[in-house]
């Protein structure tokens, strides 16, 4: 049995293995191919957070693969009443095929996989969103070809995309720059211990020049709502607009892991402009997902 609780869960092997497969699955799709893989499994999705493209991509790939999944938030469970996640995990884990887990601290879903009897998917914890990973990577690949040997610049906050980032950095085997304002670096444990090329900026300019793909996100991530204000401040010199972007390569590309505010750490011109992606980005959660679960979940897949 495997988790996927960060991408270096799997290896880098396994890791392109499913960003191609990925591909195959979204084909699959679009020529009207039914295949179902999981008929009549369970995915059970613990959303603690908030979510679009997560609980949409997760539940239409359970049933675009013969299956079904349970939406279970903490209103609705002992979870939200103080029952221990370890006796949480032996139950739910007891009755479907697969967890699926949306929440704040990464223990938890640590701690939820140490105790549970299927595998366990990260949905976003504040730590890392590997997902999200998968489906960036898969976009990248399909526009442009392997992103082995490519520049990535990470503008904005070092957050837990960026640290899912790193990892994918190393996992991938392309060269990341990362610009942050000072004091919302990745965690330093993050970048110690990974065996990627980085390089740490405070200006984004610096970070954007000649890269192949420039990446965003919100500047304040859920939970930090009430630091939004002290982040515009910090964040003002770091929105992805046309100037930034024609630092970087001629025929780079702008991905974010949406939603995005228009006006704030992205222009309205780079977002909906030719080089934004972020569409097919979105779409490709489902399939990245729809692959991810045919690993996890099915011996013998196609």
């Not at 997560?54 to 999944?69: D, H, I, P």
Request: aromatic content about 8%; proline content about 4%; charged content about 25%.
């Amino acid at each position: 049995m495997r988790h996927f609780l960060t991408l270096k869960d799997l290896s880098a092997s396994e890791l392109k293995q499913l960003i191609h497969r990925a591909i195959e699955l979204k084909a699959m799709h679009q020529a009207g191919e039914r295949y179902e893989p999981l008929k009549n499994k369970v995915l059970a999705m613990i959303f603690e957070k908030s979510s679009t493209r997560t609980r949409v991509s997760f539940e239409s790939a359970m049933l675009q693969f013969g299956g079904g999944s349970i939406f279970l938030s903490p209103d609705d469970t002992q979870l939200g009443r103080g029952e221990p996640i370890e006796d949480s995990a032996r139950v739910i884990s007891s009755m479907v095929d697969a967890v699926m887990i949306r929440t704040f601290e990464h223990s938890k879903v640590e701690r939820f996989a140490q105790y549970s009897s299927v595998p366990v998917i990260n949905a976003l914890t504040d730590d890392y969103h590997p997902c999200q990973l998968l489906a960036d990577i898969q976009t990248y690949y399909e526009q442009r070809g392997d992103i082995a040997g490519k520049t990535v610049a990470w503008i904005g906050d070092g957050n837990n995309m960026c640290h899912s980032y790193i990892n994918a950095a190393e996992l991938f085997g392309f060269k990341l720059n990362i610009a942050t304002p000072p004091g919302y670096e990745p965690k330093p444990e993050i970048v110690a211990e990974t065996k990627a090329e980085i390089a740490l900026f405070h200006q984004p300019e610096l970070a954007a020049r000649d890269a192949d793909l420039i990446v965003t996100d919100v500047w304040a991530s859920m939970g930090q709502e009430e630091e939004q204000r002290k982040r515009e401040q910090a964040f003002a010199a770091f929105q992805v607009n046309d100037s930034l972007m024609q630092l970087a390569a001629p025929d780079a590309l702008f991905m974010h892991c949406l939603p995005a505010h228009r006006g704030e750490e992205v222009s309205a011109s780079v977002i909906d402009g030719q080089q934004s992606v972020v569409w097919q980005e979105a779409e490709n959660r489902l399939h990245a997902q729809k692959a991810l679960l045919e690993f996890l979940c099915v011996d013998n897949p196609q």
